[in-house]
């Protein structure tokens, strides 16, 4: 089989290039989390201890709440979006670019000015609704148990729906006209067009977008981290931040990496459910 | 029922008028084919029927009631795309029953009828399919069948063979002919293949630049044309033009070819005029005039020669096999009965 060793080499590079940036890493974490912190086998040990801590499923939870939450208003707002930037109206490439302003902006550059929006006595959030006579007295946005997730859920949207926008944009673009014309001379009205031509035409575009909206969600922590840190008393802590906060505020790096495992083994369930159901669905024409 | 009227309609692009006060009377049944070439307005005159364009000046009247400010969905017609148009994320019965869905008509009813149409069109067999799976004739069907499910006063065709092959084109000109002839709805086509308007048709209308040239039966518009636009339009080969002049009973080719005429021309002795002959109109006459043949292109049934005639390239068509080789003469002379003759200057016709 000479002849397959010689491919073998050819691919060898890349292999080296993969295995340095992506296995290296990988198996390391899973060698940390089986041993202590001087390098001996401590079996389940660090496993049973992020388990057993408080903050453990409080942040499971969160990151539930927090990637569903942001999702499902993402998918729906960027959809609405793109429908919207998709009709003809004077001033339309304007607007298509203003639209992209969230999702352009540096994350931390956003949090911290939303966190200034948010502040509870000189926020102008806080401010526009007392001056009017919305609200009687200043909210705790940051500070409140059931307003500081929620907070944080719109910032996310926020940063992220012009995202969905534009790729929705870009795959209603491409949707013949004749479809539209036919649908009107069939009998269809706005919505019917909407819901019967758009969305069908668009949906593996919108699979594709909420799984990567799905990875980011599960990955990100500029936006919480930059503002509350997880806090306060947890509410806002979801497992990547806990990850992040184990492993280098409390240089628990064994049981951060236990925890990375077990998070890494739950996401890849996610997203195989997901691409097994969703991505793949009916067989039907592109 | 069906009837359309179009009465002298016009649209403007902005400043650029595209089609002049166009004027149609077609009556319920009729299946009537616009026709001309790129450019002529002929599509935008069907989606302005179907409402998919803004009228920009005067009437069109679908069954009379005026249909300007009604959108397609209110005016009772049925289209078909050159491009099909199906919904590509339906099957073949979803397609079909679509316009019936948003019409609220109830499931079992949608289901007969689509059944029906199915059956008219042979495409039982491939309702559960979908678009990407069928061929170009499949849903070409699917696109007829989803205007026969609706039962609209009009259909409208909008050159829906042009993206077939040559074969499937003419079994499909056949089929669409006599699904016309069995549902009898008023139709209204557009292409800008001449042959298929000659061989479908009730009645042509001719366009050029945004204005009717002539409406007609096929016949009229290829014994009669009134204009040599029509003349050259209708017909394959074109219609042959010799410029010249009226002088005493005959015709004098700008060379002094001297063709007489029979009957006589009403044109005044000495006018400008083109004598038109259409290429089957030459025959082989040994007294006849000299042409020098350039190619010529045998088909099995009949002989198509290029020649140099009277200073004019002349096509003409002859049932005879001809042994003639290029470069050589060939005596030909004109059907008389079947000559047409054209003001020079306006290209109108000079009625005899």
């Known amino acids: 089989m000479v002849r397959q060793s010689t491919g073998l080499l050819f691919v060898l590079p890349a292999l080296v290039v993969l295995a340095m940036l992506i296995a290296y890493p990988v198996f390391y974490t899973g060698l940390l989390s089986v041993t202590d912190q001087q390098g001996a086998f401590v079996g389940t040990n660090n496993f049973a201890a992020v388990l057993g801590a408080r903050a453990t499923p409080q942040a499971f939870w969160n990151t539930l709440w927090w990637v569903g939450g942001s999702i499902v208003f993402q998918v729906i707002l960027g959809v609405a979006t793109a429908v919207l930037l998709n009709q003809n109206f004077p001033g339309r490439g304007i607007v298509r670019s203003v639209t992209l302003i969230p999702w352009v902006i540096p994350g931390i550059v956003a949090a911290t000015t939303w966190a200034w929006m948010f502040h509870t006595e000189f926020g102008i959030i806080n401010y526009m609704m007392t001056a009017p006579g919305l609200i009687e007295a200043p909210i705790g946005w940051l500070s409140n148990r059931d307003t500081v997730l929620p907070v944080m859920i719109a910032i996310n949207v926020w940063k992220l729906f012009p995202f969905v926008a534009i790729m929705v944009l870009a795959g209603l673009q491409s949707i013949p006209n004749d479809l539209y014309e036919a649908a009107r001379v069939d009998g269809a009205n706005f919505w019917h067009e909407v819901w019967h031509i758009m969305l069908p035409q668009v949906r593996p575009v919108i699979v594709a977008v909420t799984l990567l909206l799905v990875i980011w969600g599960l990955n990100s922590i500029t936006i919480i981290y930059a503002i509350t840190r997880g806090g306060p008393a947890n509410l806002t802590l979801i497992t990547p931040i806990q990850i992040f906060r184990l492993a280098f505020e409390s240089f628990q790096f064994n049981q951060a990496a236990a925890l990375s495992v077990i998070f890494f083994a739950v996401t890849i369930v996610v997203v195989f459910i997901y691409i097994r159901y969703l991505a793949s669905s009916p067989a039907e024409a592109k | ?352």
């Open chain 2, 1 to 352: 029922m069906g009837a359309v009227t179009i009465r002298d309609v016009r649209k403007n692009y902005g400043s650029v008028a595209v089609i002049h006060g166009v004027s149609i009377d077609i009556a319920d049944g009729e299946f009537v084919i616009l026709v001309g070439p790129s450019g002529c307005g002929k599509s935008t005159l069907l989606r302005m029927i179907a409402g998919l364009e803004a009228i920009s000046g005067g009437e069109i009247d679908i069954g009379g009631r005026v249909v300007n400010n009604l959108h397609p969905k209110e005016r009772d017609i049925a289209m078909v795309f050159q491009s099909y148009a199906l919904y590509p994320h339906m099957t073949v019965e979803q397609n079909m029953g679509f316009s019936l869905k948003l019409g609220k008509v109830s499931k079992e009813e949608t289901r007969k009828r689509v059944t029906a149409a199915a059956q008219i069109l042979g495409l039982e067999p491939y309702l559960q399919r979908y678009p990407r799976n069928l061929s170009g004739g499949q849903r070409q069907r699917v696109a007829m069948g989803r205007a026969i499910v609706r039962d609209p006063q009009v259909f409208l065709f909008d050159e829906p063979l042009s993206n077939l092959d040559a074969k499937l084109r003419v079994q499909m000109r056949s089929e669409i002919k006599a699904l016309h002839q069995r549902l009898k709805t008023t139709t209204v086509y557009v292409t800008h293949d001449q042959i298929e308007a000659m061989t479908m048709a009730d009645k042509i209308v001719v366009m050029h630049d945004g204005i009717v040239e002539q409406i007609g039966t096929p016949l009229e518009l290829y014994d009669r044309p009134e204009n040599m636009f029509v003349a050259g339009f209708i017909g394959s080969p074109a219609m042959n033009f010799l410029p010249g002049r009226i002088d005493q009973g005959a015709f004098v080719a700008d060379d002094g070819t001297r063709i007489p005429l029979n009957p006589l021309p009403p044109a005044a002795e000495g006018a400008r005029v083109t004598l038109g002959i259409r290429p089957e109109h030459f025959r082989l006459d040994p007294e006849g005039i000299a042409a020098k043949v350039v190619t010529i292109e045998p088909t099995g049934s009949e002989t198509q020669v290029s020649a140099q005639l009277a200073g004019q390239d002349i096509v003409g068509v002859f049932r005879e096999r001809l042994s003639t080789a290029p470069g050589a003469d060939l005596r030909v002379s004109l059907d008389l009965n079947a000559v047409h003759l054209f003001d020079a200057a306006t290209g109108k016709r000079l009625v005899a």
